[in-house]
């Protein structure tokens, strides 16, 4: 390591720019220490200004667990299947509306999955000319500011969690969903979780997945799914990310929900480059 890279904030509350890495070399063990390290601070990191091919995304995916392939073999990509498109464009280049309307509400990826992801990164190729961003929630900061009384209910509580059927995959998905490789059944989830490295405590139910809580009729768990996903995603815990071509953004799938803005033009171009980490 040449020069100490050093972090920049972006937002209030998440948002942090890595600045001084190049993704496009070998990492020596310093620097993917120093990333690591970032990231269980700042869990969302960016790195501008990167050009990488699948293949290298891959790689620096696979320096922190396992990548894993998109459920929908139609977005992976042909010759690095561990990534996969994020695009609002088909193959015959017009507008995806399933890309388009893809993940724009509120949600932490794969809590319908037997296991959860550590992270995802995203890497911007083509960006609209303005907004199309995406816009992540400090679960941790959330779940800190709720009060007293509502965190000792949630100590007792497990989720349950399925694939679009919380109150936002209802809405957003209805009839569109997509067709993948696999069945999914019912997950339970702690309604409340313990960031691994730094051990704050984060607040893991998410309007698009979640669905009830064990032992709580559907009357009382669904408001509450909904008063949770309008506390966490006040203006005070949320990073709304403006894409620029190059960056590489890599998000902590367990501290922070997510969505796709969905505020650009559909017809300008929006494509990434995706990889979504779980644990070796
Ligand atoms: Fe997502």
Not at 63 to 78: D, E, I, M, N, S
Not at 193 to 213: C, E, K, S
């Amino acid at each position: 390591m040449t020069n100490t890279p050093q972090l920049r904030p972006l937002g209030e509350t998440l948002g942090t720019e890595a600045l001084g890495i190049d993704l496009s070399q070998p990492l020596d063990a310093a620097d993917f220490a120093w990333i690591a390290h970032a990231f269980a601070e700042h869990p969302v990191l960016v790195f501008r200004d990167q050009n990488l091919g699948a293949g290298e995304l891959a790689a620096f995916g696979r320096r922190f667990g396992t990548p894993r392939r998109h459920a929908l073999v139609k977005y992976r990509h042909a010759e690095h299947p561990d990534v996969s498109w994020l695009t609002n464009v088909d193959e015959a280049g017009k507008v995806d509306w399933y890309g388009v309307k893809r993940a724009t509400d509120w949600h932490t990826d794969s809590t319908y999955e037997d296991d959860l992801p550590l992270l995802a990164i995203l890497h911007a190729k083509e960006v609209p000319s303005e907004k199309g961003g995406t816009m992540f929630a400090d679960m941790a900061a959330a779940y800190a500011a709720l009060p007293a009384a509502t965190r000792d209910k949630l100590a007792g509580l497990t989720g349950l969690h399925g694939r679009h059927t919380g109150p936002a995959g209802e809405k957003l998905y209805g009839d569109l969903k997509g067709v993948t490789e696999k069945q999914y059944h019912e997950m339970p989830w702690p309604a409340v979780v313990r960031h691994p490295a730094t051990d704050r405590q984060i607040l893991f139910v998410n309007p698009m997945h979640t669905h009830g809580f064990v032992g709580m009729a559907r009357e009382e768990s669904w408001p509450l799914i909904e008063e949770l996903a309008a506390h966490a995603t006040q203006e005070r815990f949320v990073y709304y990310h403006h894409w620029r071509v190059g960056d590489v953004l890599m998000w902590d799938e367990r501290a922070t929900m997510h969505r796709g803005a969905g505020d650009s033009r559909p017809e300008e171009r929006r494509i990434m480059l995706r990889t979504i980490v779980y644990a070796n």
